[in-house]
């Protein structure tokens, strides 16, 4: 793995505009930074990424398995009793998932990938992943940026469309979110756009226009069933609204399933650890009122068990806190996770997104920050095989 500097496109701004890419600077802060990618071999990419995405996924789905039908493992998982039989009902019917990214510490090949963690029920970025640095790539071999032969880690696009299909064809779906945030809006009319190509009927509208018919279920504005929604808003979020209490009632199908809500848990890593001890693709973690917490010694990640964009997250080093998020989280607890330093190349600290479409690996994207800790201001940068 490398990173290459190279020249940026000098209208990358108005083919970002054109793509309806309106967050690829941030108050004046690139987000969308094309002044470098990073350059892959194939065998980084088959053996050192896409096969450990592989088997990451099928332990987790083994985990939901274990943890689903465990009263213990859902309260330390924070996740509200009410809600416990509506995720059992939704992973006995093995409710559909769409889609799904780990974030992972890749050093090229010198160490295995290790799971930072999963963004399990509304990762975002697939928009800069599945489009627009598909199309820095062609542009760049276009323009002689790239070598003529290189290539990318990218079938997203295409899985999407075939998962949609498979999902509901000839169905409509709602797609929801907080659409007045500009990368909300970007990507869920990004999937809605993929889920018309595989056949469906779209509408998108803000979650808090969704409404409740007591004879019937929820609603959008025109008093439409929503029968089949994706929600770009997460569990955790949904549980504690005011129509949570509602959703064990409603016949809507939900993209990302209620299952989903214990992967996008931070509490999994200690379960998968405990699971798995020993698993290269793994670091130690636990639960932080875990005796066991102490041997990780005085240098951890503390991350709270629900967190977004790594917001309350602290790198500990001998026991005084170097690198921490400010957020709202942590009252539900912490857990606390070995570190495992991102590669360093002058300054900038790289995380591997590994996407899967249908629990099956098919692309990545690259964020990097002048901090250890990703956070949503850290930027986006393309990357190809060589």
């Known amino acids: 793995m490398q990173r290459i500097p190279c020249p940026e496109r000098d209208d990358w701004r108005e083919t970002a505009a054109r793509c309806g890419f309106d967050f690829c600077e941030l108050d004046g802060e690139r987000y969308w930074d094309e002044r470098a990618y990073y350059a892959f071999t194939i065998a980084e990419i088959e053996l050192g990424i896409e096969e450990p995405t592989a088997e990451l996924e099928q332990m987790c789905l083994a985990l939901v398995a274990r943890v689903v039908g465990d009263e213990a493992l859902l309260r330390r998982l924070k996740i509200p009793q009410a809600v416990w039989p509506l995720l059992a009902e939704s992973w006995r019917r093995r409710d559909g998932s769409l889609y799904g990214r780990f974030d992972l510490s890749y050093q090229g090949g010198r160490t295995p990938a290790k799971l930072l963690e999963y963004n399990a029920d509304t990762p975002t970025s697939i928009f800069e992943a599945a489009v627009f640095q598909w199309t820095w790539l062609e542009q760049a071999i276009e323009r002689r940026i790239l070598p003529g032969r290189a290539d990318q880690y990218n079938s997203i696009h295409e899985r999407l469309i075939e998962r949609w299909c498979a999902l509901g064809k000839r169905r409509r779906v709602h797609l929801a979110g907080l659409t007045a945030n500009a990368e909300d809006a970007t990507t869920l009319a990004y999937l809605a756009d993929t889920a018309a190509q595989g056949g469906l009927t779209t509408t998108i509208l803000d979650v808090a226009d969704i409404g409740w018919r007591e004879t019937g279920g929820f609603v959008d504005l025109d008093d439409e069933d929503i029968a089949l929604a994706f929600k770009l808003y997460p569990w955790e979020w949904m549980f504690r609204d005011a129509f949570g209490a509602k959703l064990a009632q ?27 001890e020993g698993h290269p693709n793994l670091l130690p973690a636990y639960f932080e009122d875990d005796p066991k917490a102490a041997s990780l010694g005085p240098s951890f990640v503390r991350k709270p068990i629900y967190s977004r964009e790594g917001a309350n997250v602290s790198l500990v080093s001998d026991g005084v806190a170097v690198s921490a998020q400010d957020g709202p989280y942590g009252a539900e607890g912490f857990i606390r996770q070995a570190l495992a330093p991102l590669p360093d190349f002058g300054g900038v600290f790289p995380v591997i997104g590994s996407w899967l479409v249908d629990h099956q690996p098919c692309g990545l994207s690259i964020r990097e920050d002048t901090s250890p800790i990703t956070g949503n201001r850290s930027r986006f940068l393309p990357h190809a095989i060589l």
């Open 250 to 276: 409603a016949p809507t199908q939900w993209i990302e399933p209620p299952w989903k809500a214990i992967l996008s848990n931070k509490g999994i890593l200690p379960l998968l650890w405990q699971m798995h």
